[in-house]
Nanobody
């Protein structure tokens, strides 16, 4: 089983940047779909960006395309989310999630993941 630990959240002004990291412990991310979701107060958890199980494909929500970049290290121990040109509407708790059984067509579904991090707060001030 993989455990997930997120880091890198914080407070930033609009237009600024943050980098979130999701570290795997217990094993590597090999064979896991690894994604980022976010949840703003009073809203449902939504997909942000993710890797397919093979790692060969990346996917982004339309709202973050061109601003956010998901990446992973060669050791497959860390998945990062580089967030540039942040907007107040990006304010949310960001969660890393992973699963070995999530197929690409279900990548953006919250229910597709058994492993979740604790979440990290991102606040963007206007």
């Amino acid at each position: 089983q993989v455990q997930l630990v997120e880091s890198g959240g914080g407070l930033v002004q609009a237009g600024g940047s943050l980098r979130l990291s999701c570290a795997a412990s217990g094993r590597t991310f090999r064979g896991y779909a690894v994604v980022w979701f976010r949840q703003a107060p009073g809203k449902e958890r939504e997909f942000v960006a993710g890797f397919s199980r093979t790692g060969g494909y990346t996917y982004y929500a339309d709202s973050v395309k061109g601003r956010f970049t998901i990446s992973r290290d060669n050791a497959l121990k860390t998945v990062s989310l580089q967030m540039n040109n942040l907007r107040p509407e990006d304010t949310a708790v960001y969660y890393c999630a992973a699963d070995q059984n999530t197929i690409t067509s279900n990548l953006q579904q919250v229910r597709g993941y058994d492993h979740w991090g604790q979440g990290t707060q991102v606040t963007v001030s206007s």
